[in-house]
């Protein structure tokens, strides 16, 4: 069974911009509710972003409304989050999971291993 993978983080400056990727397998993807969350040194895992089933419903942390944009490619069976106007704030370790429910990350399953993203100010 193809895992998890998260890519597209990197080294950026503030305001600046980068596209997450996740692809997960069909089986965790089709009709499911995908989301994003990150992790900050010293900090706890925090929701950024969710989508449901059909693509047409995102919801997204006050933190990155309006900067972040989440999506996903049925075909092709990968979700995006769209990040721009980077601030240092956004600096964490960002991972895609199964999303049991839009905001409540406790109840999230099929964690990816996560993809780093640093912001330089």
């Known amino acids: 069974q193809v895992p998890v993978v998260e890519s597209g983080g990197g080294l950026v400056q503030a305001g600046d911009s980068l596209t997450l990727s996740c692809t997960a397998p069909?089986?965790?993807?089709?009709?499911?509710?995908r989301g994003w969350a990150r992790q900050a040194p010293g900090k706890e895992r925090e929701f950024v972003a969710s989508i449901n089933g059909a693509g047409d419903k995102q919801y997204y942390a006050d933190s990155v409304k309006g900067r972040f944009t989440i999506s996903r490619d049925h075909a092709k069976n990968i979700v995006y989050l769209q990040m721009n106007s980077l601030e240092s704030e956004d600096t964490a370790v960002y991972y895609c999971?199964?999303?049991?429910?839009?905001?409540?990350?406790?109840?999230?399953?099929?964690w990816g291993p996560g993809t780093q993203v640093t912001v330089s100010s």
């Open positions: 069909v089986s965790t993807f089709s009709g499911y509710v």
């Open positions: 999971a199964r999303a049991g429910d839009f905001w409540a990350i406790e109840r999230w399953t099929d």
